[in-house]
Each structure stands twice: as structure tokens, then as C-alpha cells.
């Protein structure tokens, strides 16, 4: 019995060895397909090793940092000469991509990478270029073809093009809204919204089923649940939420204190408890 122990224990650290090396002070899966691993060597805590499943180092790059590889790209950075990183992509090849030049990036979102240059946001592509000019104060990922950009201090939302589709007079703005959701209003002052009829909210409530005290649940308005017929876009009047259509004219009032669009299969999150 003392010997199958003895050999169970043998077995379990040569299989699961490789993943716990005492050569890596953080080591993580970098492709999972592959099973290769992105180390960070206690030799050299600047370099990024790439190891494959048995251990092995496969490739030793200048890379401080690397995300996993997502899409057949792995956005990088390295330190230069004041020790600042700088940001770019490479292939699965562990070839580089796209030249690391940038301050700061993020991982591709329908086929453009938000990148910043010199304080200032733009957008490029899989081939490394330049598809929006990087001229805004703040830029997010695209959400079924529209983003929304910080221009002149002012939040509105443009398209893959990089027009504007809302003009940029907004305190602030949210995520595109389909043209099939269904906003859902809470009496805590949140408007939710609810996509493709997948019946992401509970049905039946009643507003005595709300926790005015918690400022918690969702009030379901039944048929008086207003649909947006061509899509709409959230915005920030005044320091509340509501929602505007392309021309800029108020559809929701601006009354909420926040507005979330929730895309297809994903779960209903009440929000947390907030006061006043």
C-alpha cells in the first residue's frame, strides 16, 4: 500500500510538475490549443519565456508583459530605454504583428484595438493600421459597430468609419442599444435592457415587490415596456441617463441613474445596493 502511494505521488509531480516550474515566478497559459505557457523568469523578471507543456522553453522574448492568445493575436508590451511600456501585438508564431510603439492597447473587439499615442485614443486594424485616427480623449470597444469616444471633453458614439453617429455634447454615453431590446425600468433608478426576447429579467413583479430600502430589483412594466424601433443610444444629461436617437432627440428622458444594455445570452445581474 506504501508503495502505491509512493508511486501515485512520483506520477502526480512529473505530470503536473511542468505547470508549477521553479524557474517561473508567474506562469500562465498563453495558448491553450497548443498548451503553451507565457513564464516570467526569477532570472530575468523583463523577459517573457514561452514554454510548452512538458516545461521546455520554445521561445525566450524581450516582452514584459503578454495577454493570452485570442484570434491568432497576443497584444505584448516592452520596457524602453526610461523603463515605460509600450504596446503592440504578435502572431501565434510569437512573430511580431503589429509594431510595439503604442502607450497603451487593447485586445481586438470586432476587428479593431483601441491604442493611445501621446494622451490621445484611435483605432487600428489586424494589419496594424490606422482605421480612426487617434485624435480622442477616451475610446472604447465597439459594440455592434458603434463605439463610444471622448472628443473636445464631450462623449458620443461613432461608427466603424469613425463618424460620428451621436454628435460628442454628451457628459457621458453607453453602449449601442439593438434595435429588438427591451428597456426595463427599476424603481431604484436603474433602466435595464433586455435583448432578443430571451427573458433576461424576472416577469410578474409588482412595485411592491421592490426593496425601495436596498434600492434593489426590477420593476417589469408588461406591455407598457417601451421597445426601440430603430436602435438607441444612452446618454448623460445633466447627471442622469436616458436615450436619444441618431438625430439627438430625447426618446427615454434623462432620469435614470444608469443605464446597462445587456447583449444576447448573457445573465441578469441586479445591480448592487447604492445609496443616494
Not at 84 to 95: A, C, D, L, S, T
Not at 111 to 120: C, L, M, S, T
Not at 235 to 243: F, S
Not at 248 to 260: A, E, L, Q
Request: proline residues 4%; aromatic residues 14%.
Amino acid at each position: 500500500m506504501r508503495k502505491r502511494k509512493k508511486i501515485t505521488i512520483l506520477i502526480i509531480f512529473f505530470v503536473f510538475c511542468p505547470l508549477f516550474s521553479s524557474d517561473c515566478v508567474t506562469k500562465v497559459i498563453w495558448d491553450s490549443e497548443r498548451q503553451i505557457f507565457a513564464c516570467r523568469s526569477k532570472k530575468n523578471r523583463e523577459n517573457i519565456l514561452f514554454l510548452d507543456e512538458k516545461g521546455t522553453v520554445v521561445y525566450e522574448s524581450d516582452y514584459f508583459w503578454v495577454s493570452p492568445l485570442i484570434d491568432g493575436f497576443s497584444l505584448v508590451a516592452k520596457l524602453d530605454d526610461t523603463k515605460n511600456r509600450k504596446y503592440g501585438f504578435i502572431n501565434e508564431k510569437m512573430q511580431k504583428a503589429i509594431e510595439i510603439k503604442y502607450d497603451f492597447s487593447w485586445l481586438f473587439k470586432e476587428g479593431y484595438a483601441r491604442v493611445k499615442k501621446n494622451d490621445q485614443w484611435g483605432y487600428i486594424n489586424k494589419k496594424g493600421e490606422v482605421v480612426i485616427p487617434v485624435k480622442f480623449d477616451e475610446a472604447r470597444d465597439f459594440n455592434y459597430g458603434i463605439a463610444v469616444v471622448k472628443f473636445d471633453g464631450k462623449y458620443g458614439h461613432i461608427n466603424y468609419k469613425g463618424t460620428f453617429i451621436t454628435k460628442p455634447v454628451y457628459e457621458d454615453a453607453g453602449r449601442y442599444t439593438l434595435k429588438d431590446c427591451e428597456t426595463q425600468v427599476g424603481l431604484n433608478g436603474w433602466l435595464m435592457v433586455s435583448c432578443k426576447g430571451i427573458g433576461l429579467f424576472p416577469t410578474g413583479l409588482k412595485a411592491s415587490d421592490i426593496n425601495k430600502n436596498d434600492l434593489s430589483g426590477i420593476l417589469d412594466l408588461g406591455d407598457k415596456t417601451p421597445v426601440d424601433p430603430d436602435g438607441l443610444f444612452p446618454v448623460k444629461i445633466d447627471g442622469k441617463w436616458g436615450k436619444v436617437d441618431q438625430k439627438g432627440n430625447i426618446i427615454v428622458k434623462p432620469v435614470y441613474r444608469s443605464i446597462d444594455t445587456l447583449p444576447k445570452k448573457t445573465k441578469a445581474v441586479f445591480p448592487e445596493k447604492t445609496k443616494e
